[in-house]
């Protein structure tokens, strides 16, 4: 059974930073894209990074580009997302996903919530 555990979020002031991470089981982990997804109240899920199987190629959305960094652990099955220069309007639950490249299977996390506030 596939799983995929987020942790790391909560409350942070503007200027802030967070480090979330997805913990992956159930699956050959280095056989997978994986993505980090956001929703916040009223507005539907976007993307928000990408990490290829092999950890070499990265992609931001331009919003967060220069102050997200995203990352994987083959070896711990784990994926993360170093968020500085926290933003209000970063404020959402954020979402681990995994894609098998050509099956499309994919799986979702349960999401940890991101507040940036004052």
């Known amino acids: 059974q596939v799983q995929l555990v987020e942790s790391g979020g909560g409350l942070v002031q503007p200027g802030g930073s967070l480090r979330l991470s997805c913990a992956a089981s159930?699956?050959?982990?280095?056989?997978?894209?994986m993505r980090w997804y956001r929703q916040a109240p009223g507005k539907e899920r976007e993307w928000v990074a990408s990490?290829?199987?092999?950890?070499?190629?990265?992609n931001y959305k331009d919003s967060v580009r220069g102050r997200f960094t995203i990352s994987r652990d083959n070896a711990k099955t784990t994926m993360y997302l170093q968020m500085n220069t926290l933003k209000p309007e970063d404020t959402a639950v954020y979402y681990c996903?995994?894609?098998?490249?050509?099956?499309?299977?994919?799986?979702w996390g349960q999401g940890t919530q991101v507040t940036v506030s004052s």
């Open positions: 996903n995994v894609l098998r490249v050509g099956l499309g299977v994919e799986y």
């Open positions: 159930g699956l050959t982990f280095t056989t997978y894209l």
């Open positions: 990490i290829s199987s092999g950890g070499i190629a990265t």
